[in-house]
């Protein structure tokens, strides 16, 4: 059962997606797909086989013979659970008064298609974005409420990245957890999460209606007038989107709950990797380097290949965690957190090809009869 719609976000009836939306997707040429296979192929020739010689570490890959498989079938178990967390937050933030077509397994195919393309492609993720946002459209969601859930989603998903780095960065200098407390890795990781909460809060400060008031502003204004309105566009959505975001939090709709599941069961892999090689860090020291070392997915990398593992290796070094434990953890944690979903998200992107013609074929008929 789904809660009803904050009030920052009453779904308006708008037109159905246009017929010539189509399904985005990555021009793959010829050049561009050799270019791609060669930068993966060298990212993990780097990662795998030259980093550790670097490092001093020749010997760091026998310890792959000496992994507990025990604790290796849990960080597969935890990595299915993260998965269960994103599809409930996706559910709780999107499905409502969309159930017929939204169901548990359409919802599963838009996710993980979804995570696959923000998997290999690059820019931040915008490639997840698009393709969710189409498969909304094209389940007949008003363009509007795409993006004002789109942000809800995101927002109740940061959100618990800016508070875990503001938590354990002030506790591990405080003293208050154990583990190594450089000033580079733990105030300044809280103190830029704090400026961008802070900012959330105030864009989710401003009116639902501020777009309309500047439109109708602008038109007996001048030049400046317009701009102002137009520019005033993003902010006003994002708004929207943030106080969406936080009527979930206060209605205390447990699918809040999978934005947690999404990060803690992915930090339960990475602790997962280190138990079955060696000693864990402590868990604030796994935390702290696991959210600075995600720091690198808004490179221009795909998948953050190569900036990710860097980052976090580097992270848990500087923490004074044993070279070779973190190059080996961390990389077979990427193994399971990049690699392993990437084959059912290229299946359920094929899946919900599929499930998106069916949808246009329902509609049809009903377009025909409307026009006669």
Not at 18 to 31: F, I, K, Q, S, Y
Not at 205 to 218: I, V
Not at 336 to 351: E, H, K, M, R
Not at 363 to 369: F, G, K, L, Q, S
Request: proline share 6%; charged share 15%; with cysteine.
């Amino acid at each position: 059962m789904t809660s009803a719609p904050a009030a920052s976000d009453r779904e308006v009836a708008g037109p159905e997606p246009p017929e010539d939306e189509e399904m985005p997707r990555v021009a793959l040429t010829r050049r561009r797909a050799l270019l791609f296979g060669l930068f993966v192929v060298s990212a993990i020739a780097f990662l795998y086989f030259v980093l550790p010689r670097l490092a001093g570490l020749r010997e760091t890959w026998h310890r792959l013979n000496d992994g507990d498989p025990w604790w290796l079938a849990m960080a597969l178990v935890f990595e299915m659970l993260e998965f269960v967390g994103y599809i409930w937050l996706f559910r709780t933030v999107f499905v409502r008064g969309h159930e017929r077509r939204l169901g548990w397994q359409a919802s599963y195919e838009i996710t993980m298609a979804g995570l696959a393309a923000t998997r290999l492609f690059a820019a931040g993720g915008a490639g997840g974005i698009a393709l969710t946002v189409w498969a909304l459209r094209r389940a007949g969601m008003e363009r509007r409420t795409v993006a004002c859930r789109m942000v809800a989603n995101l927002v109740l998903l940061y959100v618990v990245y800016d508070l875990a780095l503001i938590v354990c960065g002030l506790l591990l200098r405080t003293g208050l957890v154990p583990g190594e407390h450089p000033f580079v890795l733990t105030v300044v990781p809280a103190i830029f999460a704090g400026i961008l909460f802070i900012i959330f809060c105030l864009i989710g400060l401003l009116p639902g209606d501020l777009d309309r008031r500047l439109e109708r502003w602008s038109r007996g204004g001048g030049r400046l007038a317009r701009i102002v309105a137009k520019v005033s566009t993003l902010p006003t959505s994002v708004g929207l989107g943030v106080r969406t975001a936080w009527g979930l939090v206060r209605e205390r709709n447990p699918g809040v709950l999978g934005a947690v599941m999404w990060w803690g069961f992915d930090i339960a892999v990475l602790w997962a990797c280190f138990r079955a090689f060696g000693t864990p860090p402590p868990v604030s020291i796994v935390v702290m380097s696991y959210f600075v070392g995600m720091l690198a997915n808004t490179l221009p990398l795909p998948g953050g290949i190569g900036g990710v593992d860097g980052g976090m290796i580097g992270t848990f070094i500087a923490f004074g965690v044993p070279g070779g434990l973190a190059v080996v953890a961390v990389l077979v944690y990427r193994g399971y957190s990049f690699w392993l979903p990437t084959v059912p998200g290229a299946v359920a992107y094929v899946q919900l090809r599929r499930r998106v013609a069916g949808w246009d074929a329902e509609r049809e008929p009903a377009a025909i009869t409307a026009r006669v």
